[in-house]
């Protein structure tokens, strides 16, 4: 505020150095009840106190700002860092500065879907959700030409080398896969935070909100992921009725109900699976 103050007061002068030398209008010095001073012309030495005066008004006012919350300024002189200014409301830095401002706020980034394979080397559209936040002003402004641009490189590069490393599905076997949401955003922030560290951003979550298969695979790999639960499906059905049927043959046989050689045995077993079979899963195909 003190230079605010010295900017009005070399406005003042300015002001008052124009009505003694007479430059002031009639009309305007009878409307600021002004005496009115005879024009005789500016002399060398007046014109000089009218340049200090403005020099001294456009370099105290020039030099005022606002100062918000979440946001910095990042103060440099011909390329070299002079300091940050983090204060908020009505502030004076010198209008010899390159101001630079950075939001300092907790940020999101959604991405646009982006291309990525997984350990099988399918396409896969991916989509990410990346909560962030500018930690060192300087290293963010200075360190970097743009750190949000950088923050969308490291993304990219981080996702190919986690999705990679994971199949997006297991469809015959049960291990791990891209569908644990959980695991592989762990392994993106990790790798994130390691990566933009550097640079004055701090990287609190970054979470897969999609993953799917691209356009050109997406209709092969929802055929095999649909064979092979139905194949599942079968198999679970078809253990439970191994079951039932071993458990049917031994009550009868143990307690004597039917004596039953190898041929029967097998005939009876043949007869109860496909009836059980049957009851499971609905009528046989072409019966």
């Known amino acids: 505020m003190g230079r605010g103050r010295r900017g009005a007061l070399a406005v003042a002068g300015c002001a008052a150095v124009v009505w003694w030398v007479g430059a002031v209008p009639a009309e305007a010095a009878r409307m600021l009840r002004l005496p009115a001073r005879p024009y005789h012309g500016i002399h060398l030495g007046q014109w000089a106190l009218l340049a200090l005066g403005v020099v001294l008004a456009l370099f105290a006012l020039g030099g005022l700002g606002r100062g918000r919350v979440g946001y910095?300024?990042?103060?440099?002189?011909?390329?070299?860092?002079?300091?940050?200014?983090?204060?908020?409301?009505?502030?004076?830095?010198?209008?010899?500065?390159?101001?630079?401002?950075?939001?300092?706020?907790?940020?999101?980034?959604?991405s646009e879907p982006l291309s990525a394979v997984d350990a099988k080397g399918t396409a896969l559209d991916v989509t990410v959700l990346v909560v962030w936040r500018v930690r060192d002003t300087v290293r963010a402004a200075l360190g970097v030409d743009g750190h949000e641009e950088y923050l969308r490189e490291q993304v990219e590069a981080a996702m190919a080398r986690v999705l990679s490393q994971l199949p997006a599905d297991a469809f015959h076997e049960d291990a791990p896969t891209l569908r644990d949401a959980?695991?592989?955003?762990?392994?993106?922030?990790?790798?994130?935070s390691a990566e933009c560290a550097p640079v004055g951003v701090d990287v609190f979550s970054a979470q897969p909100t999609r993953i799917e298969y691209a356009p050109e695979v997406a209709a092969a790999m929802r055929r095999r992921r649909i064979a092979a639960i139905d194949a599942k499906h079968r198999d679970s059905v078809l253990t439970s009725v191994v079951d039932a049927v071993d458990d049917v043959v031994h009550r009868l046989t143990s307690r004597g109900l039917v004596e039953l050689d190898d041929y029967e045995r097998k005939a009876l077993v043949k007869d109860l699976t496909v009836a059980f079979y049957t009851g499971r899963t609905g009528p046989v195909e072409g019966a």
């Open 182 to 192: 959980e695991a592989v955003g762990e392994a993106l922030t990790r790798m994130l």
């Open 72 to 110: 910095a300024w990042v103060l440099t002189l011909f390329g070299d860092y002079r300091g940050t200014v983090r204060r908020t409301g009505l502030v004076w830095v010198s209008p010899l500065l390159l101001r630079r401002r950075v939001d300092v706020r907790l940020r999101h980034w959604r």
